[in-house]
């Protein structure tokens, strides 16, 4: 209200079934904060050996919890039995929201987003954790574009509390502020973004990075780079170290997305950032990357 209290958001939809779709790093930190916060998760994977891997994820995080006593072995075990893994993508028929977070490729979400419309129950929201395809495409793969939205979660994403959430032209209203409120719900901050390259936070973060990996080509050692930028202005991490925990293939995508956007010659890709996702050091997921892990 102007000038009053901000209104909390409100659910204009029942949400108690989560899907989450892919097994990587956010998938499986989205999976944790939704079971974490009681709701039931159906998260779909490839394979047999990617669902492990969730659980694994989700076991060592909960493990660690367990052992700094901040949760208990049958809290622990509460929300392992709210998590359940499929290879089929069926398994989402009766979810009330999808969350998607497969690998940043438009064809691949193109596909994906139209089984999706095909499978989820009508009224079903799907929301995208991509941080680099415009949205409204995956929306217009679609007959519900208007249940379509951004829900960028940051990584580590059991940690970091904000959400960005993006609406496109034909998102309605009640979806957005369902998602706000269910954001909430799971101890998260969203913040309203356009669909738009990078959206708030990447826009601003991805140009440092990039800088830092043209700073260390120009001659500076990495290390060097990560202890100034940490040790000495107060960041948690230093950008090498943040690049290597968000991933170098990601970052590379932002990067090209930005660049393509905007045009500044300065936002074109760092060479070295190329060369190591062709040889496919992405970071701390491939166990090397400007570090090695
Ligand atoms: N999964 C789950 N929990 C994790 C975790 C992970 N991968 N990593 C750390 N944690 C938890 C720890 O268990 C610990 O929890 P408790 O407080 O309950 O004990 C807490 O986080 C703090 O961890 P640590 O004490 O081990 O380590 P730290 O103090 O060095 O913090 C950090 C780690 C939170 C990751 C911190 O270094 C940080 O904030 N780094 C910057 C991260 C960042 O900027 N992320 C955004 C990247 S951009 C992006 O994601 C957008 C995109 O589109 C690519």
Do not use: W
Not at 21 to 26: C, R
Not at 60 to 67: F, I, Q
Not at 285 to 292: I, L, S
């Amino acid at each position: 209200a102007a000038g009053g209290e901000p209104v909390a958001p409100e659910f204009k939809q029942d949400i108690s079934r989560v899907g989450v779709v892919g097994t990587g790093t956010m998938a499986s930190g989205i999976a944790l904060v939704f079971a974490q916060s009681g709701y039931d998760v159906v998260f779909v994977g490839r394979s047999q050996a990617k669902l492990d891997g969730v659980l694994a994820y989700i076991g060592k995080t909960l493990d660690r919890s367990v052992a700094k006593g901040k949760l208990d072995e049958g809290g622990k075990d509460a929300i392992l039995g709210r998590l359940t893994g499929a290879v089929e993508r069926e398994a989402l028929g009766d979810v009330d929201i999808v969350v998607e977070a497969i690998a940043e490729d438009l064809d691949l979400k193109t596909e994906l987003y139209r089984d999706l419309d095909r499978i989820c129950k009508p009224g079903a929201i799907l929301a995208t954790t991509t941080s680099s395809l415009p949205i409204t495409k995956l929306g217009e793969a679609t007959s519900r574009p208007e249940a379509v939205i951004g829900m960028h979660f940051f990584n580590p994403a059991p940690v970091m509390k904000l959400v960005e959430v993006v609406t496109t032209n034909d998102t309605a209203a009640d979806v957005d502020e369902t998602v706000k409120a269910l954001c909430a719900n799971v101890g998260k901050v969203a913040v309203s973004c356009g669909d738009r390259a990078g959206f708030i936070v990447n826009c601003l973060l991805f140009p440092y990075l990039n800088d830092a990996v043209k700073l260390h080509e120009s001659g500076i050692e990495i290390d060097t780079i990560d202890a100034a930028i940490k040790e000495q202005a107060g960041f948690p991490m230093g950008p090498f170290e943040l690049l290597d925990v968000v991933g170098n293939d990601v970052s590379l995508a932002i990067q090209k997305e930005l660049y393509g956007e905007f045009k500044e010659p300065g936002f074109a890709p760092a060479e070295l950032l190329e060369k190591l996702v062709a040889d496919g050091k992405l970071g701390r997921k491939t166990g090397e990357g400007f570090h090695t892990y």
